[in-house]
């Protein structure tokens, strides 16, 4: 039976620096002229200090660790490359924004490339179109619509309509949460009257992960992705997920920045 995953991550970052102490200046006996005399700093522990330079070393993964199949089918689940699976594509938007509880990751970004339920708002919902207009924090001014036409094909990207009950439906059955959990909807356009979210992305660049490593430790599930040999990003990335009647709901997506990935 094909796994079934959702995804969350914890990050964890602890840099300490200690500097070395300068001894007070010693007074030579008079008439002699007086000098400063520092001695040289005192050797410290590596004990007692760490380079702030340098990137914790990564914990070690607990419990048994997974097999290569385990591993190639929790991978499978997870691909939201495949352009006929919806589920995979909305597990992708979990993974858009870095957070140590699902209950604090980003709404905005999460709706950034959520699939669409809802199509488009077009010019045959010019109130619609309006209403979304005069929102707090909608990205264009009334100067903007007036060179456009003040109509959703004068607009430089679509306008996507995302239902809130598709929403709730994806955070329900990936994390076991609503939307009334989350704690950072900054940024986001709803309308109640139509009860959607609205983006406006042209383009598709959800959130991806593929497991390297992972491991299950009782109901948990912790799986690891290496950053490519030159990116810049050189962070292990983790997900971890928690499993509860039958289903693995993700539980945190953080990333640990190791030296050398």
């Known amino acids: 039976m094909k796994i079934r995953l959702w995804i969350l991550l914890f990050l964890s970052l602890t840099l300490t620096a200690c500097g070395a102490e300068n001894v007070p200046a010693e007074e030579a006996d008079p008439p002699q002229t007086v000098q400063s005399e520092v001695e040289p700093p005192e050797a410290v522990s590596p004990d007692e200090t760490e380079d702030p330079t340098l990137a914790p070393e990564l914990p070690p993964l607990e419990g048994t660790p997974l ?48 699939p669409g ?16 207009a005069a929102l707090p924090g909608f990205h264009w001014d009334a100067e903007d619509l007036e060179r ?57 660049g959800p959130g991806s992960f593929q497991a390297a490593e992972g491991a299950r430790d009782g109901d948990i599930l ?20 928690r499993e509860k009647d039958g289903r693995w709901l993700i539980q945190s997506f953080t990333s640990y920045p190791v030296e050398n990935g």
């Open 148 to 204: 456009w036409g003040n109509v959703p094909s004068g607009m430089p990207v679509p306008i996507h309509r995302i239902p809130r009950a598709a929403v709730e439906r994806t955070l329900g059955s990936c994390a076991g949460i609503t939307t009334a959990d989350l704690t950072d909807t900054e940024g986001v356009l709803y309308l109640p009257d139509y009860d959607a979210y609205y983006n406006f992305t042209s383009d598709f």
């Open 222 to 241: 912790r799986l690891r992705a290496k950053p490519a040999p030159y990116a810049e990003d050189q962070s292990v990335r983790e997900a971890v997920f």
């Open 117 to 132: 339920e809802g199509g488009f708002v077009e010019d045959g919902d010019l109130e619609e179109f309006q209403a979304l």
């Open 67 to 114: 097999t290569a199949e385990e591993l190639a089918r929790a991978n499978e689940a997870l691909n939201y490359n495949d352009p006929y699976d919806a589920q995979a594509q909305k597990l992708g938007c979990f993974f858009t924004s870095e957070y140590d509880d699902v209950t604090k990751l980003s709404l905005e970004e999460f709706l950034r490339y959520f």
